[in-house]
């Protein structure tokens, strides 16, 4: 039967990071976790050449933000997860957001008169089917989506209980999807 080796300890090299950026210490963090970080970016999803990207990111972000790290707060491997997975977050973000050369520039062609009527026919349909809702749901659905309000700035403004303002949502939803097909 195979011993396992026992998990070795890195808050001491962390922490040489941290007082005197003891560069020994740091290539130890990297040698072990540097492969490690690139595997879980790897199963959660990103390719080979991002994985390496974003894992040279994460080494680097723990080499400039040792100071950061509070053990009694985590372990240096939660520590170092967490950065990665911060990382792989905001490389998919930036890699879903448009480049600006995508965005088109100058005026917007003239929809097609079906479009237009389509869409009035649509609009005039939602505006009764919000009609038809109680009062309270129809001022909820207002604040939620013409008033850009969020679930929580709603219920501080009414005064009622978060899971109010989502329950009574999610049932004003339902009775427009009901009505609108």
């Not at 950026?21 to 595997?39: G, I, T």
């Not at 240096?76 to 930036?94: H, P, Q």
């Not at 309270?136 to 929580?152: I, M, P, T, V, W």
């Given at each position: 039967?195979?011993?396992?080796?026992?998990?070795?300890?890195?808050?001491?090299?962390?922490?040489?990071?941290?007082?005197?950026?003891?560069?020994?210490?740091?290539?130890?963090?990297?040698?072990?976790?540097?492969?490690?970080?690139?595997?879980?970016?790897?199963?959660?999803g990103a390719s080979n050449s991002m994985a390496?990207?974003?894992?040279?990111?994460?080494?680097?972000?723990?080499?400039?933000?040792?100071?950061?790290?509070?053990?009694?707060?985590?372990?240096?491997?939660?520590?170092?997860?967490?950065?990665?997975?911060?990382?792989?977050?905001?490389?998919?973000?930036?890699?879903?957001?448009?480049?600006?050369?995508?965005?088109?520039?100058?005026?917007?062609?003239?929809?097609?008169?079906?479009?237009?009527?389509?869409?009035?026919?649509?609009?005039?349909?939602?505006?009764?089917?919000?009609?038809?809702?109680?009062?309270?749901?129809?001022?909820?659905?207002?604040?939620?989506?013409?008033?850009?309000?969020?679930?929580?700035?709603?219920?501080?403004?009414?005064?009622?209980?978060?899971?109010?303002?989502?329950?009574?949502?999610?049932?004003?939803?339902?009775?427009?999807?009901?009505?609108?097909?």
């Open positions: 039967m195979k011993k396992t080796k026992p998990l070795k300890n890195w808050v001491k090299q962390l922490q040489q990071v941290q007082k005197s950026q003891d560069s020994k210490a740091f290539a130890e963090l990297f040698d072990y976790f540097a492969p490690r970080v690139k595997s879980f970016l790897i199963r959660s390496e990207d974003c894992a040279q990111e994460v080494m680097a972000t723990v080499w400039l933000k040792a100071h950061l790290f509070d053990p009694s707060r985590a372990s240096v491997s939660t520590w170092i997860f967490t950065i990665a997975r911060n990382k792989n977050i905001d490389a998919l973000r930036k890699q879903r957001r448009p480049e600006p050369e995508d965005l088109t520039w100058g005026p917007e062609s003239e929809p097609e008169a079906a479009d237009i009527l389509t869409l009035q026919q649509e609009t005039e349909q939602l505006r009764l089917a919000m009609s038809a809702l109680p009062d309270a749901q129809q001022a909820l659905l207002q604040k939620a989506y013409f008033g850009d309000l969020s679930h929580r700035e709603i219920a501080i403004e009414t005064g009622l209980p978060l899971g109010t303002i989502k329950s009574r949502l999610r049932l004003a939803l339902d009775k427009l999807r009901q009505t609108m097909r």
